[in-house]
């Protein structure tokens, strides 16, 4: 038993509550539970229960044994004055009885739902609740799709709002870091976002029709450039990049840049060069996003292929067979979900644009699923995931519920707990 499952059981009322007496032997009926407080106070408040005859409104504590009530020092603090019900496991404390009218459910819970709940905390599975997810009703799944969705979203939008704090509210730079740092997918996204926080972008404004020298500040600020070169293009950069370093005291940001175990396409340098082409294509991007309307046009934005020295390399001074460095369509979904929608409905949910918040949404519905080890493993759950909405709240579920063993708050688990009574 934990203090948290025993209050999901008081919560939700899974005990025999028949013929209920308290431990002093009055009878006791739990008109109204409370209201779980997640705060500093009783776990439970402005309940309401009846004593024998007598009808009581306050609030209530919950301990695993009797006991724990001295040990948390509840005795002498005030904001446990009104304590109407002392709901224990076991009560290892008779004496407070006298004083406390309390209440022991260690004879009055299923075992089963014991049983399930010890299974789900001791499972090593994908997810803990893997074997029996077929228990669990489609409407279920639905609602509780939504709600993991707006949870992402809502928990993207507080930290675009802390970067916020960092750059005066200025949208378009906020941008261009989170950009910065989805072109570095995961393994270099710390070192992208790093170099994009040390270029303005009012700096990157004022070269933006010269690619030569977008590219030479990207690379030369991930310290890409400080190799010695044969090829003129590199050197050519590396000259550029020295005098512009120069000029606006650019400080490189001397974090690694990782190309071991990727594919050639997803080098940084690919990606760096992909970023300067839509940096020199597209002024004011992020207000032009919010423009958009169709997820069509926002992919046409998005397309985009590296200059054409890239043809020929994915890293400099080694040429390869010629390929175009296009932005795939996997890339520009992987931008729009990650980046674009987030900024986008942070944007509304702080301007109090609704609509703004409504589009970033249905383009997530319009666009197919993620495909990564998290949807992967949901398939073969058998769990339904027909479009970016769907991956995204699997994903929440996964990393902010399942990996954290927080059953009690999801309603797959919940409604899992439920079943096992």
């Known amino acids: 038993m934990t203090e948290r499952l025993l209050q999901f059981i008081w ?23 409370g209201l779980h407080n997640l705060h500093q106070g009783p776990d439970f408040l402005e309940a309401k229960i009846k004593i024998d005859n007598t009808i009581l409104a306050g609030n209530i504590e919950l301990h ?47 075992k089963f739902l014991l049983s399930r709940y010890d299974e789900l905390m001791r499972s090593s599975l994908f997810v803990p609740c893997e074997k029996i997810l077929s228990q669990v009703k489609e409407i279920v799944w639905a609602s509780w799709n939504q709600r993991l969705l707006a949870e992402r979203l809502q928990r993207k939008s507080k930290d675009v709002e802390d970067h916020l704090g960092l750059n005066n509210q200025h949208w378009e730079e906020i941008f261009w870091w989170m950009l910065a740092k989805n072109f570095g997918i995961k393994v270099n996204a710390e070192t992208f976002e790093a170099m994009a926080k040390s270029i303005p972008v009012n700096i990157l404004a004022k070269h933006k029709n010269q690619i030569h020298q977008l590219e030479a500040l990207l690379f030369g600020q991930c310290g890409l450039l400080e190799s010695v070169f044969s090829e003129s293009y590199p050197v050519m950069l590396q000259k550029e990049y020295r005098f512009l ?67 020929e390399h994915y890293v400099f001074d080694e040429p390869s067979a010629s390929k175009k460095k296009i ?22 949910h702080l301007n109090k ?23 992967v493993q949901w398939a073969q759950a ?40």
Not at 77 to 86: A, R, S
Request: net charge positive; proline share 5%; aromatic share 8%.
């Open 11 to 33: 919560q939700f009322q899974y005990f025999n509550n028949k013929e209920l007496h308290l431990d002093s032997g009055e009878s006791l009926q739990a008109i109204f539970p």
């Open 64 to 110: 695993i044994q009797a006991s724990d009530w001295y040990k948390h020092a509840h005795d002498g603090d005030k904001n446990y004055n009104n304590i109407i019900l002392h709901v224990v496991w076991n009560n290892d404390e008779p004496k407070l009885a006298k004083n406390i009218p309390t209440l022991s459910l260690d004879n009055r819970v299923s």
């Open 327 to 348: 932005l795939g369509n996997q890339m520009i979904e992987n931008i729009i979900i990650n980046t674009i929608v987030p900024v986008l409905f942070a944007y509304g």
């Open 245 to 311: 370093k120069n000029k606006y005291s650019l400080k490189p940001i001397h974090m690694p840049v990782h190309f071991l175990r990727m594919r050639p396409g997803n080098f940084p340098t690919v990606r760096l060069a992909q970023l300067a082409m839509l940096v020199q294509q597209s002024s004011h991007l992020f207000s032009k996003i919010k423009e958009v309307q169709s997820i069509s046009e926002l992919k046409k934005m998005l397309s985009l292929a590296a200059n054409d020295y890239w043809n």
């Open 382 to 421: 058998g769990v339904s995931n027909k479009n970016a909405s769907d991956s995204q709240s699997l994903i929440e579920l996964k990393t902010q519920y399942c990996d954290q063993r927080k059953c009690l708050e999801c309603a797959i688990g919940n409604s899992l707990m439920k079943n096992s009574l």
């Open 353 to 375: 644009e609704t609509a703004t918040k409504e589009k970033a949404i249905k383009w997530l519905d319009e666009l197919p699923p993620e495909k990564n080890n998290i949807t």
